[in-house]
């Protein structure tokens, strides 16, 4: 790649080695890979930092992705806190099938609400390692992005003028309408997969009625259950692509998750308040390739996998990780191959992932399909899982994003 020459730090104000623009898991991880290297940055967040500290969003981390997070100190609070969960269990046919992963594989996962991953991200970043980021700007734009003295102008939310910062790369992690995606040139390419259904996504003030996530297969369609603590549990039921979620009463919402849940042998859901209900309507999609000139994209800025697999946070950290690192080798060595391979890297898995999303959509969703056909070859595939030790390892390789391919 053709860069100037590498300077870690910069007196200027106005010119920073790294502006990251966006403050979720993949934006300040790399704020905090960077920091930690001694390397200047600045991050731009549209939010406020008590908002991105309670929006509501994934909650299952990947073991390597844990340990890539300990190898880079940032995840204390994480390994304290967080509960590590070895099974899962698929109800369908009435009954529940336990799928133990961590005998078949020696891996688990770990159930730590987004929030607060970013709190900790945030308090690492900011409050100790010292790194600057601005909440609640507005109309961030990039420029320049072909050469080499890309900028980052904003508005300022105190004094409401505009502000340009000028830098050597553009971390892009805001998401699919920041201004990182608005930038893209006409050539990149976007590739989107639409499953033609929702998810109603509900937490509710209940305790979690079993000891690990529940997916209940069922001709009305798709349930599961998700603790998240030992007084909330998170759900989701199948239902219309942009539904309304005023269509879901409380007494509605639990008929259907008992019954999409139910197994002769298991006892009933334990019920609660509804804290939340939205409607996610499931999608996936990829920008290819994850760098332009001087933007690097990274998580939702590049890609999205529908929930249907919980692997959307796992993405943004691998992001993070390869990028942080490729930044901070070149930025303090010279050495520019990461960054020359970061997009390669990153789609490997990203891909990978997609494909697995698409695959568990079909068992968890042919059976409410209405085509006999799509039912019975997902229950094929289901059944196929609990009777065939091959079939079994390469699900949870996939389940725990393991395989060794990338």
């Known amino acids: 790649m053709t860069s100037p020459s590498p300077h870690p730090n910069s007196p200027d104000p106005n010119r920073r080695p790294v502006v990251v623009v966006g403050a979720g898991p993949a934006g300040l991880t790399v704020g905090n890979i960077l920091r930690a290297a001694g390397v200047d940055c600045l991050v731009l ?16 981390i990947e073991e390597w992705a844990v340990r890539g997070l300990e190898r880079r100190g940032l995840a204390g609070p994480l390994l304290d806190r967080a509960e590590r969960h070895s099974e899962c269990e698929f ?31 945030v308090r690492e970043y900011a409050d100790v390692r010292g790194g600057e980021i601005r909440f609640g700007v507005r109309d961030v734009r990039l420029h320049d992005l072909d050469s080499d003295r890309p900028a980052v102008s904003y508005t300022d939310p105190d004094s409401g003028e505009r502000r340009l910062v000028h830098c050597d790369f553009v971390a892009g992690c805001d998401g699919a309408r920041g201004a990182s995606r608005a930038a893209l040139p006409e050539g990149a390419r976007i590739s989107r997969h639409d499953y033609g259904i929702g998810w109603l996504a509900l937490l509710a003030e209940a305790p979690p009625s079993a000891d690990c996530v529940l997916f209940g297969v069922h001709p009305e369609g798709f349930a599961g259950h998700m603790p998240r603590s030992p007084e909330l549990t998170r759900y989701y039921l199948q239902c219309p692509p ?9 007494d509605r919402v639990w008929a259907e998750l008992q019954q999409r849940l139910r197994a002769a042998d298991r006892p009933p859901l334990k019920e609660g308040r509804l804290l939340e209900k939205r409607v996610l309507d499931m999608h996936n999609y990829v920008v290819e390739p994850m760098v332009f000139g001087r933007l690097f994209l990274a998580g939702d800025a590049a890609h999205l996998v529908a929930p249907i697999a919980a692997k959307g946070m796992n993405l943004a950290l691998n992001d993070a990780f390869l990028l942080g690192d490729a930044l901070v080798a070149y930025l303090s060595e010279g050495d520019a191959s990461g960054l020359d391979g970061y997009s390669e890297a990153c789609l490997r898995r990203v891909w990978d992932y997609e494909e697995f999303s698409e695959w568990l959509s079909e068992i968890y969703h042919g059976t409410s399909h209405g085509d006999p056909y799509r039912a019975g070859t997902a229950l094929a595939r ?25």
Do not use: K
């Open 91 to 121: 109800r369908f046919d009435d009954s529940g099938y336990r799928f133990a992963y961590h005998e078949l594989t020696g891996h688990h996962h770990w159930v730590y609400p987004q929030p607060l991953l970013v709190t900790d991200l």
């Open 382 to 406: 289901l059944r196929r899982m609990f009777t065939s030790p091959a079939a079994a390892a390469a699900f949870a390789e996939q389940y725990l994003g393991t395989a060794p391919a990338y």
């Open 242 to 250: 942009g539904d309304d979620p005023d269509n879901w009463p409380h």
């Open 45 to 60: 967040e549209t939010e406020s930092r008590e908002f991105i500290e309670q929006r509501p969003r994934a909650g299952v």
